[in-house]
Nanobody, 123 residues
């Protein structure tokens, strides 16, 4: 299984970025595809997740209304559209895949991880 994250970069506060996570190596029909982030000196935290089969989504309170997670079956890719970015959104963003279970917001709920993409938001 391979998860390839891309789309990070430097953006001014209030700007937008779209992250992509290309998945390969297995079928993900019974999986949640999530995004996490880790800022320097902080623990990795949940950002958003989406059920590959149903499209159900969940968001961290800190990004609700600003970020949107989506998936494209044909491209086997998950996206994270990030709008109204703030300096506190600066982090390395990771995509992850985990089988459907009761909890979908914890780091340990996910089995497969991508390599991370850097997002820097300047004030």
């Amino acid at each position: 299984v391979q998860l390839q994250a891309s789309g990070g970069g430097l953006v001014q506060a209030g700007g937008s970025l779209r992250l992509s996570c290309a998945a390969s190596g297995r079928t993900f029909s019974s999986y949640f595809m999530g995004w996490f982030r880790q800022a320097p000196g902080k623990e990795r935290e949940f950002v958003a997740t989406i059920s590959w089969s149903s499209g159900a989504t969940y968001y961290a309170d800190s990004v609700k209304g600003r970020f949107t997670i989506s998936r494209d079956y044909a491209k086997n890719t998950v996206y994270l559209q990030m709008n109204s970015l703030k300096p506190e959104d600066t982090a390395v963003y990771y995509c992850a895949a985990g089988r459907v279970r009761a909890s979908v917001t914890g780091v340990t709920d996910y089995t497969y991880w991508g390599q991370g993409t850097h997002v820097t938001v300047s004030s």
